[in-house]
Antibody, heavy 118, light 108 residues
Framework: EVQLVESGGGLVQPGGSLRLSCAASGFSVTTNSMNWVRQAPGQGLEWVSLIDTSGNSYYADSVKGRFTISRDTSKSTVDLQLNSLSPEDTAVYYCARGPEVGSYFDYWGQGILVTVSS | SDVLIQPPSVSVAPRQTARIPCGGFNSGTKSVHWYQQKPGQAPVLVVFDDNGRPSGIPDRFSASNSGNTATLTISRVEAGDEADYFC???????????FGSGTTVTVL
């Protein structure tokens, strides 16, 4: 059974950093692209980042230079390092699997809340 | 990059048909995917690659993609279809995914 479980969220001050992790089970993170998607309170979905099967990373313009996606194949995890956070980054962050780059997301985690506030 | 526009809301009576447009593509050849999201839950894929339907999704959900607009159609609407719906495309010109602005479907 495919499962995605996010962790690492919480409250952080503006300008601070946080590291989110997505634990994957039931499939290999090396044969699927992995994505992070966020949703600000009461707002729509926003794609954040993607790491493909070759380890190449892609980012939304809104987070480029501040967020970094990575994966640990031995632990079957995909992490998202969030730096230089602002209140506009407050959102529920979802991990989602995609069969390949540019393809749909077929499985999602339950989401983890990140709150940026002083 | 693309900016995908959806109407904020669509209201439909039970057993009628709801149509949700997603417009603003730069190219009509892009594959469009559709998600349903209920309050407090993660999104669920209801249509992929323009008109594919994942296992477990009723055939009341269908979609089309022509020109620069894609449309999700929900036939014989049920109360349980009340949710937010989002379209999603991959913008190959910027190597980024883009979500539509989202549409809230209300069953009257």
């Amino acid at each position: 059974e495919v499962q995605l479980v996010e962790s690492g969220g919480g409250l952080v001050q503006p300008g601070g950093s946080l590291r989110l992790s997505c634990a994957a089970s039931g499939f290999s993170v090396t044969t699927n692209s992995m994505n992070w998607v966020r949703q600000a309170p009461g707002q729509g979905l926003e794609w954040v980042s993607l790491i493909d099967t070759s380890g190449n990373s892609y980012y939304a313009d809104s987070v480029k230079g501040r967020f970094t996606i990575s994966r640990d194949t031995s632990k079957s995890t995909v992490d998202l390092q969030l730096n230089s956070l602002s209140p506009e980054d407050t959102a529920v962050y979802y991990c989602a699997r995609g069969p390949e780059v540019g393809s749909y997301f077929d499985y999602w985690g339950q989401g983890i809340l990140v709150t940026v506030s002083s | 990059s693309d900016v995908l526009i959806q109407p904020p809301s669509v209201s439909v009576a039970p057993r009628q048909t709801a149509r949700i447009p997603c417009g603003g593509f730069n190219s009509g050849t892009k594959s469009v995917h559709w998600y349903q999201q209920k309050p407090g839950q993660a999104p669920v894929l209801v249509v992929f690659d323009d008109n594919g339907r994942p296992s477990g999704i009723p055939d009341r959900f269908s979609a089309s993609n022509s020109g620069n607009t894609a449309t999700l159609t929900i036939s014989r609407v049920e109360a349980g279809d009340e949710a937010d719906y989002f379209c999603l495309v991959w913008d190959s010109s910027s190597d980024q995914f883009v979500f539509g602005s989202g549409t809230t479907v209300t069953v009257l």
